[in-house]
């Protein structure tokens, strides 16, 4: 998970220096690099804490032990990541349809954004 969190980052800090001179932009992208680690941290926490004692995880034998459901955890990691990859292909669209290209260019641009986004 961390290391998708920091590949996201990365994708975000590429953004940064893409539209530098969008101060709107940069405020986004900066609040969404910090959400982003934020969630990383909490849901990183709850996967490692999920059981305890955290022994218990690998560990079935341990009395006394218990687990939260661990599916509902990889489910809510999962719509987490997705809702994130949403808001990173989302986020320079704004900004390509205040480009001073032609409409097919922004098209193509913004399909590339898409593409690369799945």
């Not at 990859?85 to 097919?104: E, Y």
Request: net charge positive; proline share 3%; glycine share 6%.
């Amino acid at each position: 998970m961390i290391s998708i969190t920091l590949t996201k980052i990365s994708v975000l800090f590429l953004y940064l220096r893409l539209f530098e001179h969008s101060p709107s932009f940069r405020y986004t992208a900066y609040g969404t690099i910090f959400f982003i680690a934020l969630i990383t941290v909490v849901l990183s926490s709850l996967t490692i804490f999920a059981c305890e004692p955290v022994s218990f995880f690998w560990n079935r034998d341990i009395r006394g032990g218990r687990c939260l459901d661990i599916k509902a955890v990889a489910y809510a990691i999962s719509a987490v990541g997705i809702v994130q990859d949403l808001v990173i292909v989302a986020l320079p669209l704004p900004v390509l349809v205040k480009l001073q290209m032609s409409t097919r260019k922004k098209i193509g641009i913004g399909f590339m954004l898409i593409l690369g986004g799945m």
